[in-house]
């Protein structure tokens, strides 16, 4: 997935994408326009280089990376006062 100037692997997750509509629900108002979207989910492999850089990546990954299943373990929630990120609690899913 092209990230502009950096790499991730796309993830699909109708339930993921369900929860944080519940919460947006839940939020309405308070967020701020980029949390008003749907989120593109995504794991980050490569952040802050070139295009040139970004897109050799993807080319080499291209046949490497193949779909599979997976799942998330749980939530985990983080708060920004001015930075860096300062973690608070995470939260199991049941059945772990």
Known sequence: ???GK???LDLHSPGMISIWE???DSFFGLLIPQDEHAPRL???VQNKVTIEE???L???L???????????I?????IYRGGPWEFVRTYPFRGR
């Open 62 to 72: 291209l046949p490497v990376v193949e779909p599979r299943p997976f799942r998330f």
């Open 1 to 3: 997935m092209p990230l």
């Open 22 to 24: 519940d919460l947006a």
């Open 42 to 44: 995504h794991v980050t």
């Open 58 to 60: 993807q080319q080499e």
């Open 74 to 78: 749980g939530l985990s929630l983080y």
């Open 6 to 8: 950096g790499t991730a």
């Open 54 to 56: 970004a897109k050799a």
